[in-house]
């Protein structure tokens, strides 16, 4: 069996990470738990159910000691019965401090920039001394950084991922798929419309992961449930994480794309038709 946890990185310590995880069966992927935040993901293994209408989730900064990244790694071994064997996560990574644009980054956005997937350039405050602690956290666990060199796709191992080319390829799409809550004002500018078409991509992105990965446990609030944009966020985080965790079957099945160099590499499922 293979396990996977997947996630979805805030890039500042004032916001939750969505978390997921899946693990292969018998007849393939399988997802075994996913949660909004950290807390939420730990609280999981207790019994306790993800407080999916709670106002607001805290943020979890993984501490210098690393309690929370051997927390969170603990936990993901009790739910699935063995250990981790990679870490997905949408979070600037490498083997040097990122102190600006990497070749990760330039490749990433060279491949897909004309279909809306450039990437955000990262710099010394975002994700800044976080990332680096989180990164470091997790070589300390015996997760070390992929990079365009590593050879084994067995783990274990700490892989960069980034959702929005990887959501081109997971539902055939030739152009960024709209479905962030912080550009929905920009793709939807009439106020009426925009948590329906939220929610209806929150739906389409679901479905594909379902197909992928079974059942997730997730489900997503009707629109008349929804009393403001911003309670949507949470969803939006794990189904980020889902799609991190979904990008770590592609790259131990060997079908993902390594974008980068020897110190940091971002994975990009491969697209059969050359991301046509």
Known sequence: M????GIDAAWTATEPSGVALVASRDNGWRCLAVAP??????DLTR???VPWEQGRLPGSVPDVNMPDVKRLLQAAEERAGAAVDIVTIDMPVATEPITGRREADNAVSRRFGAKGCAVH????????ALGA???ADFLAAGYPVATALTQSRLGPALVEVYPHPALLTLLNCKYRVKYKISRARRFWPNPAERIGAVLDAFQRIHAALIE????TGLILPAEEEVRSLSRLKRYEDTLDALVCAWV??????GSVEAFGDERAAIFCPWDPEGYS
Do not use: D, H
């Open 2 to 5: 293979t396990t996977i946890l």
């Open 37 to 42: 935040s950290y807390e939420s993901f730990l």
């Open 47 to 49: 019994g306790v159910p």
């Open 121 to 128: 350039s990262p710099s010394t405050k975002r994700p800044g």
């Open 133 to 135: 602690a989180l990164t």
């Open 212 to 215: 992928k990965l079974g059942p």
């Open 248 to 253: 770590g079957t592609c790259y131990v099945e």
